[in-house]
């Protein structure tokens, strides 16, 4: 008896039985195995074999070594996915906690720390990358862009839980309205800056009446039709938008007046300094910095405001909202017009920094883009936007110049080809590691005695319930 009760006390004290181990890794290397079989199916034309158009006829060639590795790389991440990732998401996503204390103070030192950086980014750039200071404070410029909508589209999304789908479509009215009044009444940018704002927050009220009532996928797709309805009018309203051939010679921005330049009464000239391209860029860099500095002070202030408290009881729970007594149409209806309202400030600069508009910068694609910067960042943070933002846009860049594989895959190799397919595949792998995006905590607006951050886990998604 004293043995049959050793034995039974052993057997259940083990942490992990051997075979449910055994089990764990043979399932995590059948579906490794899977995983490397589809690839080696999906990717034998487009990685193992290779056309190329001569004179003599269509020569085909193979790549065995390219085909072999990918097979490999997703057999091996595939495999360290199941016995690190999901072996262990099951056992802690259970004992999660649904807040957690304030401690080291991560969020706000980031903040503070990217907020000075960005502040001397472009003198940052000019000493040292001088050969290519004008690129990077380009690509500085984009990504500040980006960081602007983000924050525009994560009040509709991300606090008033609306899916939109079509906020290009803002961004296009904020750009036209720039362009158009130049062309047509002489505008300047700083003077056109608060019409396009007000035209974007205009048509915004204009969408949100029709759509009152629409919730989730119904909502998606009615805003798709609305930005797909603008880029349709202004690509065949040729008299007044120019058409398919946009709206060129738009002016860019001044200083009081002066324009910066070599010529006599430009800014450069007032003050005595010699011109220099890069100031151009400089002083662009600057406004949309601006721009999105007070796209975040605005909205987080909204946020701390009854509109704000009631724009995430709205994202939560309608129905709840409605019962006390939020009206629940002038919630919506604040919130797509001041979302728009950022998104024409926006249009407004790409307008000045690009000097040509077309509808063909304003496509599905962008707002897809705008979308995923906010998904992949967190709903509702305004930090994981930053973050999001500069992981797509630089991310996109950066796998532009990815030369050092051709030591790898041979001299053949070209990088730019698969640069979309990398990046695809480290956007899978966010996700997958992080759901709910990069920063998956919130700070609730009002709070009892104590201030805890809350897991995303318990705030209700973009969906429009």
């Keep these: 008896m004293a043995s049959t009760s050793e034995t039974a006390g052993t ?10 181990r055994e089990t764990r890794l043979a399932r995590a290397l059948r579906e490794s195995v899977i995983a490397a079989g589809l690839t080696a199916i999906l990717g034998f034309f487009f990685l193992a074999l290779r056309t190329e158009i001569e004179t003599g006829g269509l020569v085909l060639s193979t790549r065995w070594g390219l085909w072999l590795a990918a097979i490999g790389i997703v057999f091996v991440g595939r495999l360290a996915l199941n016995l690190f990732v999901f072996g262990r998401l099951g056992a802690t996503t259970r004992r999660k906690p649904a807040t957690t204390g304030a401690g080291f103070p991560v969020a706000k030192v ?3 720390g990217l907020l000075i950086f960005a502040i001397v980014l472009p003198f940052f750039f000019t000493i040292v990358f001088p050969q ?7 690509l500085a410029i984009l990504i500040m862009t980006y960081i602007m909508l983000g924050w525009g589209l994560n009040i509709v999304v991300g606090l008033a839980g609306l899916l939109d789908l079509g906020y290009v479509a803002f961004y296009a009215v904020g ?34 009446f029709p759509v009152l009532r629409l919730r989730g996928d119904y ?12 880029r349709v009018v202004l690509l065949n309203w040729t008299d007044f938008t120019g058409g398919p051939n946009g709206v060129s010679g738009i002016p860019k921005p001044t200083i009081f007046g002066w324009e910066l330049g070599r010529r006599d009464g430009s800014f450069n000239d007032l003050i005595g300094v010699p011109y ?9 860099y600057y406004i949309i910095f601006g721009l999105a500095l007070l796209t975040n002070f605005v909205t987080m202030r909204l946020r701390r405001l009854p509109i704000g408290r009631a724009w995430e009881a709205l994202r939560e729970d309608e129905i709840a909202c409605r019962s006390l007594g939020i009206n629940t149409r002038n919630t919506k209806l604040s919130a797509f017009s001041i979302g728009a309202m950022f998104a024409g400030f926006a249009g407004s600069f790409f307008a000045t920094r690009q000097g040509f508009i077309s509808p063909e910068s304003f496509t599905f694609l962008e707002s897809a883009i705008i979308l995923a910067i906010v998904v992949l960042g967190g709903l509702g943070s305004q930090i994981g936007v930053v973050i999001a933002a500069i992981a797509m846009i630089g991310g996109i860049e950066v796998l532009r110049n990815l030369d050092f594989l051709k030591a790898i895959f041979g001299p053949d190799f070209e990088p730019t080809q698969y640069r979309m397919l990398i990046f695809g595949l480290a956007m899978v792998i966010i996700m997958v590691w992080k759901p709910r995006g990069l920063v998956s905590t919130r700070e609730p607006t009002a709070t009892l005695r104590e201030k805890k951050r809350i897991s995303s886990d318990v705030v209700a998604q973009g969906e429009g319930h």
């Design 132 to 138: 290519r200071d004008r690129q990077y404070i380009d």
């Design 110 to 112: 980031l903040t503070w």
């Design 175 to 208: 750009a036209y309205s720039f362009g158009l009044s130049a062309q047509y009444l002489g505008f300047g940018f700083w003077t056109a800056l608060p019409l396009a704002g007000l035209l974007a927050a205009s048509w915004g009220m204009i969408l949100g």
């Design 219 to 230: 909502l998606a797709i009615v805003t798709l039709a609305f930005g797909e309805i603008i």
């Design 11 to 20: 057997g259940t004290s083990g942490a992990v039985p051997q075979p449910e």
């Design 276 to 284: 220099d391209p890069i100031q151009r860029f400089i002083f662009l």
